[in-house]
């Protein structure tokens, strides 16, 4: 099956290459290495949110990409809606719990505040 950039490449008698010249492929450190012992806290909070309950899982240690992605995931797992920025990861609604199994199921250490 040929890709667009083969067909690119065809197009102008030219080889294209698999990734971008000048970036290499670094191993991104997930968000489970990244914590490493550091205990993770989750919190509800309905202040500022027009009486909506939000859970809020805090301390991440790990990038913001590898937030995004653990977010991502959750989110996911849950069936709702969220954010993440500044090593905080939003849920739209009370998923403590959930929230805890999930990330213990993966390796962090959680607790419920």
């Given at each position: ?7 690119l ?55 913001d ?34 929230a ?10 959680a607790?419920?505040?």
């Amino acid at each position: 099956m040929e890709d667009w950039k083969d067909k690119l490449g065809a197009a102008f008698g030219i080889t294209t290459p698999d990734e971008p010249q000048g970036q290499h492929n670094e191993p991104r450190i997930d968000a489970l290495t990244a914590q490493g012992k550091a205990m993770v806290n989750i919190v509800l909070e309905r202040k500022g949110r027009a009486g909506k309950q939000a859970t809020i899982i805090t301390d991440l240690l790990a990038d913001d990409e590898a937030v995004k992605d653990l977010a991502r995931a959750l989110k996911q797992h849950c069936g709702t809606g969220g954010s993440a920025r500044g090593g905080e990861i939003l849920l739209q609604g009370d998923f403590r719990n959930k929230a805890l199994q999930w990330l213990q199921q993966q390796g962090f250490k959680a607790r419920i505040i």
